[in-house]
């Protein structure tokens, strides 16, 4: 899959790409023409991550056992967080690299 550089609009396959990122929370790639910075699936990365923190949060409130009588609300809202994330690893595979937010 060929990726384009948000910057200079250069197609490189991602072998070309000369350094990856992956301190931050997205996966940063640098472009082999012009050195700009970009990540893919900047979007999607935020609803997965917020997808998988509902998760958390709702097994952490079950766990401890706190407002035991709303557990299967919260194992409800904590599948549904699990799904959005599936979800978007599934679409995010398929989706273009996101423009450069600044
Ligand atoms: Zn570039």
């Given at each position: 899959m060929k990726v384009t550089c948000p910057h200079c609009q250069e197609k490189m396959s991602p072998?070309?790409?000369?350094s990856i990122n992956k301190n931050s929370i997205y996966v940063e790639k640098q472009c082999p023409s012009c050195d700009g910075w970009f990540s893919l699936n900047k979007r999607l990365t935020k609803i997965k991550t917020l997808g998988m923190t509902l998760l958390l949060i709702t097994s952490l409130l079950n766990i401890f056992g706190i407002k035991s009588e709303y557990s299967i609300v919260f194992s409800s809202i904590g599948l549904v967080g699990v799904l959005v994330a599936l979800l978007i690893t599934f679409i995010g595979k398929n989706e273009k690299v996101d423009k450069p937010s600044q």
């Open positions: 072998k070309d790409i000369k």
